[in-house]
């Protein structure tokens, strides 16, 4: 049995201190929200909190809680995001954005007292998130270990500490708040810890006096940027071949969250997971925390298969709450990369949770709808600079292969132009319906008669791929009546619903790799 993992780290308070570990998220933002008057309203309401918190406090809690206060005071931060949301910014992007630049600029400054002020700044900001949505910050179980980045201040004082517990920071600071409140009321306390892989109630033991961390056997220690393995999605192909000997990858697709638990690692990567039905708001849209969980839940679950993460096609058939006022927000207009690309405060907040993500398995990001290169090198260009803004705040993140999904005609017909593009997925659904000029209503109907043409040009786009990994993901990949000719038209990576997996594995057995029945079949 593999020993227990124990992890250096700072000392921020003495004691030694054992139980049920609670993974810390940020607290979920509304799926809806007003105007400039909400945000004042949802201020008035952290400011009362904090009050109430404060009544009883001692001197040095009363000090803290006084300075959040003063800040959410402070008319600067309310006109900041005031002049976003008149930008067009929604006011959850708008009070997220106003505060990560200022938190931004306490992380990179040189004294270690005003990067310790930074979290005093993200209690602010997740406190007035949970006001905007009703859902203030929920406490933690007495006993608990606490583990998460940092810990907000309000979020000490509120607990009851009288059962124990004890707190370990991947990130933290010896000087900062919760560290002084720590050593005050005697709780175990560590930092520095660097990111470790721990699940809600693993066994946890903190040692504020050796400054140590001690997890149960098959602990992980997060790879820092950099240090992380080399990841390529696209060439492992398994132990299924077909009849005559060639190697096929099959993968699965996921939609639902909540399949990600009955995913077999042993068996099966993922080729294709609709993000847009785990971010179905603008709270989620918002919420770097959740979307990271749920991606790493995923990656986790994977082990080391790859996992090919798609980025919200939000849109048509797929509307995002909240957004449902955009202009030109159908099938054929504003979705998928054009609406990414158009808010890019949905984007960006999507690509640091993904950056952050692949550092835990074999990530790939694919792009929705793409039709032209320039928005390919639009989306590298903006995940290079959150990439970049990570690496300032000392985030463990990696850079992923960025992909696409061919499901636009005039793409597929010019796949040689897509040079930056580091894999190609066919989207059957959506190729075949702009291909017979269908409504999504009746694409059922006319996939059949629209076949030969989507494989005569999945053929063609193939050839076009320049040797690149190419696989195919639509619900025609699920289908064992196409699979001689997709087999045919040179694909070798199918990716199909987990229900439609052993269907297909059993066609493929039976066919060689040019779509041609074996013998004796």
Same mark, same amino acid.
């Given at each position: 049995?593999?020993?227990?993992?124990?992890l250096?780290?700072k000392s921020a308070?003495?004691?030694i201190?054992?139980?049920p570990?609670?993974l810390a998220?940020?607290?979920k933002?509304?799926?809806?929200?007003?105007g400039?008057?909400?945000?004042?309203?949802?201020?008035?309401i952290?400011i009362?909190?904090?009050?109430?918190?404060?009544?009883g406090?001692?001197?040095?809690s009363?000090?803290?809680?006084?300075f959040?206060?003063?800040?959410l005071?402070?008319?600067?931060?309310?006109e900041a995001?005031?002049?976003?949301?008149?930008?067009?910014e929604?006011?959850?992007?708008?009070?997220?954005?106003?505060?990560?630049?200022y938190?931004g600029?306490l992380?990179?400054?040189d004294?270690e007292?005003?990067?310790?002020?930074?979290?005093?700044?993200?209690?602010?900001?997740n406190?007035?998130?949970g006001?905007?949505?009703?859902?203030?910050?929920?406490?933690?179980?007495?006993?608990?270990?606490f583990v998460?980045?940092?810990?907000?201040?309000?979020r000490?004082?509120?607990?009851?500490?009288?059962?124990?517990?004890g707190?370990?920071l991947?990130a933290?600071?010896?000087?900062?708040?919760?560290?002084?409140?720590?050593r005050a009321?005697?709780?175990p306390m560590?930092?520095?810890?660097?990111r470790?892989s721990?699940?809600?109630?693993?066994?946890?033991?903190?040692?504020?006096?050796a400054?140590a961390?001690?997890?149960?056997a098959?602990?992980m220690?997060?790879?820092?940027?950099?240090?992380?393995?080399?990841?390529d999605?696209?060439?492992?192909s398994?132990?299924?071949?077909?009849?005559?000997?060639v190697?096929?990858?099959?993968?699965?697709?996921?939609?639902?969250?909540?399949?990600?638990?009955a995913?077999d690692p042993?068996?099966?990567?993922?080729?294709?997971?609709r993000?847009e039905?785990s971010?179905?708001? *603008?709270?989620?849209? #918002?919420?770097?925390? @959740?979307?990271?969980? &749920?991606?790493?839940? /995923?990656?986790?679950q !994977?082990?080391?298969?790859?996992?090919?993460?798609?980025?919200l096609?939000i849109?048509?058939?797929?509307p995002?709450?909240g957004?449902?006022?955009?202009p030109?927000?159908?099938?054929?207009?504003l979705r998928g990369?054009?609406?990414?690309?158009?808010r890019?405060?949905?984007?960006r907040?999507?690509?640091?949770a993904?950056?952050r993500a692949a550092?835990?398995?074999?990530?790939?990001?694919?792009?929705?709808?793409?039709?032209?290169p320039?928005?390919?090198d639009?989306?590298?260009?903006?995940?290079r600079e959150?990439?970049?803004? *990570?690496?300032?705040? #000392?985030?463990?993140? @990696?850079m992923?292969? &960025?992909?696409?999904? /061919?499901?636009?005609p !005039?793409?597929?017909?010019m796949?040689?132009?897509?040079?930056?593009?580091?894999?190609?997925?066919?989207?059957?659904?959506?190729?075949t319906?702009?291909?017979a000029?269908?409504?999504?209503d009746d694409?059922?109907?006319d996939?059949?008669?629209a076949a030969?043409?989507?494989?005569?040009l999945i053929?063609?786009?193939?050839?076009?791929?320049?040797?690149?990994p190419?696989s195919?993901?639509?619900?025609?990949?699920?289908?064992?009546?196409?699979?001689?000719?997709?087999?045919?038209?040179?694909?070798r990576?199918?990716?199909?619903?987990p229900?439609?997996?052993?269907?297909?594995r059993?066609?493929?057995i039976?066919?060689?790799a040019?779509?041609?029945? !074996?013998a004796?079949?």
């Amino acid at each position: 049995m593999a020993a227990p993992l124990r992890l250096t780290a700072k000392s921020a308070s003495p004691g030694i201190a054992s139980g049920p570990a609670f993974l810390a998220e940020e607290p979920k933002a509304p799926s809806a929200a007003g105007g400039y008057g909400a945000l004042e309203k949802a201020i008035d309401i952290s400011i009362g909190e904090l009050e109430r918190l404060a009544e009883g406090a001692d001197a040095e809690s009363r000090d803290i809680i006084d300075f959040q206060i003063e800040v959410l005071r402070d008319p600067t931060i309310a006109e900041a995001t005031g002049a976003r949301m008149e930008a067009d910014e929604n006011v959850v992007f708008a009070w997220v954005a106003t505060l990560d630049a200022y938190i931004g600029e306490l992380e990179a400054a040189d004294e270690e007292q005003m990067r310790a002020r930074a979290v005093d700044i993200l209690d602010i900001k997740n406190r007035v998130l949970g006001a905007l949505a009703g859902t203030p910050t929920a406490d933690f179980p007495p006993g608990s270990v606490f583990v998460g980045k940092d810990m907000e201040p309000s979020r000490f004082l509120a607990h009851d500490w009288s059962k124990g517990g004890g707190i370990a920071l991947f990130a933290g600071s010896t000087a900062g708040h919760v560290a002084l409140l720590a050593r005050a009321k005697s709780v175990p306390m560590v930092v520095g810890t660097g990111r470790f892989s721990a699940a809600d109630g693993d066994p946890v033991r903190v040692d504020g006096d050796a400054g140590a961390v001690v997890l149960k056997a098959g602990g992980m220690l997060i790879p820092a940027p950099g240090q992380a393995p080399a990841s390529d999605t696209q060439t492992e192909s398994g132990e299924l071949h077909t009849a005559d000997g060639v190697p096929i990858q099959l993968s699965i697709n996921i939609n639902d969250p909540a399949e990600i638990d009955a995913l077999d690692p042993a068996t099966a990567g993922v080729g294709l997971m609709r993000s847009e039905f785990s971010v179905t708001s *603008l709270a989620d849209a #918002a919420n770097e925390e @959740r979307q990271l969980a &749920i991606y790493r839940r /995923v990656l986790e679950q !994977a082990g080391d298969r790859p996992v090919i993460i798609r980025m919200l096609d939000i849109g048509g058939d797929k509307p995002l709450a909240g957004l449902e006022a955009l202009p030109a927000l159908s099938a054929s207009g504003l979705r998928g990369i054009r609406l990414l690309l158009a808010r890019p405060e949905i984007a960006r907040v999507q690509a640091r949770a993904l950056l952050r993500a692949a550092v835990f398995g074999r990530l790939s990001v694919m792009l929705p709808m793409v039709t032209f290169p320039d928005e390919i090198d639009r989306m590298r260009e903006l995940f290079r600079e959150e990439a970049e803004k *990570l690496g300032h705040r #000392a985030l463990p993140h @990696r850079m992923p292969p &960025i992909g696409m999904m /061919v499901e636009v005609p !005039a793409a597929a017909l010019m796949l040689d132009t897509f040079g930056s593009a580091a894999f190609f997925s066919f989207g059957t659904n959506d190729l075949t319906q702009y291909l017979a000029a269908s409504a999504r209503d009746d694409i059922d109907a006319d996939a059949g008669k629209a076949a030969p043409a989507v494989l005569r040009l999945i053929a063609q786009a193939v050839k076009l791929s320049a040797g690149k990994p190419v696989s195919i993901c639509g619900d025609m990949a699920g289908n064992p009546h196409f699979l001689p000719g997709l087999l045919a038209a040179g694909l070798r990576h199918f990716s199909v619903a987990p229900g439609r997996r052993p269907a297909i594995r059993s066609a493929i057995i039976g066919l060689n790799a040019d779509g041609t029945r !074996a013998a004796g079949e």
